[in-house]
């Protein structure tokens, strides 16, 4: 790197991070982000907790309807609606019962099936805690009548569970589909907007410098190609910086993150006595934390250094063309469209890794920075494959900057007319 | 301090010719005006002497040695088109662009407070350039060009914007930094700025030189053409004499005029018709010809 690639870079990056807002974007950061998580999911908590619904039991059977009222919860009050299903409803249409629920005469003998009557509908949560006391009164009732021995009844309590194992190279792991999933979303977003924030910088950088006409004075110092550089690096170096305070910021409130998930999960919801353990507790839910794995965020990095050097590069090349953010809209369409096309697969990638379609679109250097690190995140992916979209990348960017520089030294001495993407090549083509 | 010489240099965009076959040459110690209209390929010549674009024919050498990013560290250049970074303090701006100049932070930052006090601009450091007016702009731009004590100076209209209290200061730090020897390549269209300063002129238009030399040689070669009369009284006769063929009307206003003389009317013959019309003369005099009148002269016959 010659010293003035130095120079430049030291600059962009010592005046970029010393700003207010970057100070403020990157303490704020995962605050933000964490209260838009976890917010949400706290309030509707919040919100489950706070009713017992009442709800009156018409009972055909003549049997249960005690059994139900014994089975009342925290969730759940049941009353027994002796006046009939006519009655219940006016109350329910009333708002004195939230609902309530027809048992058929042939229950208990397998006949028909129970029906819960609500004005608000169920929502897959209630139903799926309604069926949950229906199918243990049920079975307690049943096995009652048939004097089935305690040791039978323990028996059935005791439900066996299913675990998912990955077999990696490191041995056998936990599968935490669910979170891996999660967390190979949040990356290929977190890459998304990585590339196109920090490339956005660059761009509005060198349009400053041009707008400013600070740049004919600083070209007579410098090369083009180095105060691209210069400026490309500085400002990648400011977002490896942002990046890294925020992955420690994070890392500190994850190691904390089982106790707060834990929070929202029941005991009793799980089977499992109250005031089981935090780790039972997670294992339960199946919600392994996956392990954090070192080689996902060394890709990570170098994904992100190739894909921001490659659009950023090409952004700057558009930026040093145009003196108006509204005619740069013109000549970002192509990569705007290059850069989205791979967020449209994510989901794609996610339910199915490992198909060939998959593998292709993480090998292609414009969507692979996004979609390899998907995969790596969701799957084991062969190292050659990793390797090779990497080096793919590298290859393209290399060209990308070539191409961009070319461009760039004649862009930052036009002014005037607003160029069009001709223009550009035509501007590539100067000897 | 070396000497600049520009030979037979030609730049192509596309079908455009912007300088064809150019050649001058500047020494230290003076300074040489590069004048022309609009277009005529000032712009193009300089930036390949800054060499921020490279001639594609033809060769510039500075100090005996092809310009290069050698010579971009001994040059100041002030384009015309300037500015600064807007949200940079001054003296962080400064040292900045001193720095890529190749200067050490601890040279710079004593040049920086050297120039700034001798713009009177002491205290300048710690503001934005936003906050600054245009005038003052100007001089931390035009420190930015010289502070890194260049041997070779390209100054692009460098009174844009300056009032007049402070285009004196300017034009003295330029006579400064000539008779300290240094190179000063001096581009323009205000003709009595390059009349007032520059020993040599070297005049493009339509991207090819039509008249250069040294400045005085130039004027002699026009002649002693011109008559200037300042007066009190009525200036129709100038238009009278004008109307008859005998001189042609360079400058009117209604206390002086300046008349070029036709068809070998005499000084005498104006001054015989100026009193016979006029009360009161104070000045009389036969001069050559003004920068301004051998521009359009040349450059409309060029066309």
Redesign the interface.
């Known amino acids: 790197m010659t010293s003035?690639i130095w120079?430049?870079l030291k600059?962009e990056f010592g005046?970029r991070v010393r700003s207010k807002w970057f100070i403020i974007m990157t303490l704020a950061g995962p605050v933000f982000l964490i209260g838009l998580m976890v917010v949400p999911s706290f309030v509707g908590y919040l919100a489950s907790q706070s009713t017992a619904r009442t709800i009156a039991v018409v009972d055909g059977t003549d049997v249960l309807s005690q059994q139900f009222v014994d089975a009342s919860n925290e969730r759940f009050q049941f009353v027994p609606g002796t006046e009939g299903s006519g009655a219940a409803r006016s109350a329910v249409e009333e708002g004195t019962l939230d609902g309530f629920l027809v048992l058929p005469a042939g229950l208990l003998q397998g006949e028909g099936s129970a029906t819960y009557y609500s004005v608000e509908g169920g929502g897959l949560t209630l139903e799926m805690e309604l069926q949950n006391v229906l199918d243990t009164v049920v079975d307690d009732f049943r096995l009652a009548e048939s004097n089935a021995p305690r040791e039978i009844i323990e028996l059935l309590r005791s439900k066996p569970e299913l675990h998912l194992l990955r077999i990696t190279e490191e041995g056998e792991q936990a599968d935490s589909t669910a979170a891996s999933s999660l967390i190979g979303v949040i990356m290929g977003f977190f890459m998304y907007g990585a590339m196109f924030i920090y490339g956005a910088y660059v761009m509005h950088g060198v349009m400053?410098?041009k707008?400013?006409?600070?740049l004919?004075?600083?070209?007579?110092?410098?090369?083009p190609f180095e105060l691209l550089m210069g400026k490309v690096l500085g400002i990648g170096a400011m977002g490896l910086l942002q990046m890294g305070a925020w992955a420690g910021i994070l890392l500190l409130l994850t190691m904390s993150a089982g106790g707060i998930i834990s929070l929202f999960l029941d005991p009793a919801d799980l089977n499992l006595p109250a005031g089981a353990g935090q780790e039972e507790l997670l294992a339960a839910a199946d919600f392994a934390l996956p392990s954090f794995q070192p080689s996902l965020f060394i890709w990570f990095l170098l994904f992100f250094f190739g894909g921001y050097l490659l659009y950023a590069s090409l952004l700057a090349a558009v930026g040093s063309a145009v003196e108006h953010q509204q005619d740069a809209q013109a000549l970002m369409l192509p990569l705007t469209a290059l850069i989205i096309i791979p967020i449209l697969f994510i989901t794609v990638i996610v339910e199915s890794p490992n198909t060939t379609l998959s593998v292709v679109l993480s090998l292609i250097p414009f969507f692979s920075p996004i979609l390899m690190i998907v995969r790596i995140a969701v799957t084991s992916v062969p190292f050659w494959q990793v390797l090779a979209s990497f080096l793919l990348l590298c290859g393209t960017f290399v060209g990308a900057v070539w191409v961009s520089s070319r461009i760039y030294r004649v862009g930052i001495?036009m002014?005037g007319k607003r160029p069009t993407i001709k223009d550009l090549v035509?501007w590539f083509a100067y000897? | 301090m070396g000497l600049l010489s520009v030979e037979n240099v030609v730049k192509r965009y596309?079908a455009l010719t912007a300088v064809d076959h150019v050649s001058f040459e500047a020494g230290p110690g003076r300074i040489l005006g590069l004048l022309g209209p609009n277009g005529a390929g000032k712009t193009s010549t300089i930036?390949m002497i800054?060499?921020?674009?490279?001639p594609?024919e033809g060769r510039i050498q500075y100090d005996g040695r092809a310009v290069g990013?050698w010579s971009?560290?001994r040059?100041g250049?002030?384009?015309e088109?300037?500015?600064?970074?807007?949200k940079?303090k001054v003296g962080?701006q400064l040292l900045?662009?001193a720095?890529?100049?190749g200067m050490s932070a601890t040279a710079a930052r004593e040049n920086v407070k050297t120039w700034l006090m001798r713009f009177e601009a002491e205290g300048w450091s710690e503001r934005r350039t936003e906050e600054l007016s245009k005038g003052m702009q100007q001089k931390v731009?035009f420190i930015?060009?010289v502070m890194h004590e260049p041997s070779l100076l390209i100054l692009d209209e460098p009174f844009g914007g300056l009032d007049p209290i402070n285009a004196e200061l300017l034009r003295e730090v330029i006579w400064n930094l000539r008779d300290d020897g240094r190179c000063i390549l001096f581009a323009s269209h205000r003709m009595e700025q390059v009349e007032q300063l520059c020993d040599d002129i070297c005049l493009v238009a339509r991207g090819r030189i039509v008249l250069q030399g040294p400045l005085r040689d130039i004027k002699r070669k026009y002649g002693r053409n011109t008559v200037i009369l300042e007066f009190d009284g009525d200036a129709s006769f100038a238009d009278d004499l004008q109307t008859a063929g005998f001189v042609k009307v360079l400058y009117r206003s209604h206390k002086r005029v300046e008349l070029k003389l036709l068809n070998g009317t005499s000084a005498k013959g104006v001054l015989e018709r100026a009193m016979s019309r006029l009360n009161d003369i104070h000045r009389f005099e036969l001069v050559e010809p003004p920068l301004h009148e051998i521009f359009v002269d040349v450059v409309g016959k060029d066309r």
């Open positions: 003035k120079t430049v600059s005046r400053e410098e707008q400013s006409r600070v004919e004075i600083i070209v007579s110092s410098v090369r001495l002014y035509r000897q | 596309g930036r800054a060499d921020i674009t490279t594609d990013r971009q560290e040059m250049y002030l384009p088109e300037r500015g600064l970074y807007k940079m962080e900045y662009l720095e890529l100049k731009q930015a060009t």
